[in-house]
């Protein structure tokens, strides 16, 4: 189990999620708005996968939260360095230690990750998005 300090509004201050995930996170993002009463959480890790979590708001409630268990897991070609919501949490995208960047738009609770758009390359490791 991982676990991930998340940063939220000045008010709140930190909040820590603990994931179900073997290997260490490498990076995460929190989707801004609540949909369904909960927010999403993405992943990547070193095992080139990036997992999304339905993150409802008592998760973030108490000392011990519960484990969030992956709604949905993809593979990439290499290890996810950053990933990011759009402001409306339309698009995901994922940079890697190739330089390539995924990106998705759209997800639904049919398809979590939503449809894949166009991968964008650079000659090194993708750090920012």
């Known amino acids: 189990m991982q676990v ?16 179900q995930q073997r290997n260490p996170i490498t990076s ?8 369904h009463r909960s ?3 993405v992943t990547t890790s070193y095992d080139n996968t990036v997992s999304i979590y339905d993150a409802p708001a008592d998760c973030f409630a108490g000392p011990e939260p519960p ?15 950053v990933v990011c919501f759009s402001p409306d949490s339309r698009y995901l ?4 230690s190739t330089g390539e960047i995924r990106a998705w738009v759209d997800p639904s609770p049919t398809c979590p990750f939503g449809r894949r758009l166009t991968a ?3 000659a090194s490791s993708a750090f920012s998005i």
């Open 4 to 19: 991930a300090r998340i940063p939220m509004s000045q008010d709140e201050g930190e909040a820590v999620v603990v994931v």
């Open 28 to 35: 995460f993002a929190l989707s801004q708005g609540m949909q």
């Open 39 to 41: 927010r999403k959480l």
């Open 67 to 81: 484990p969030l268990v992956a709604k949905a897991q993809t593979q990439l070609r290499a290890a996810g360095f």
């Open 93 to 96: 995208a994922v940079g890697m």
């Open 120 to 122: 964008l390359a650079s």
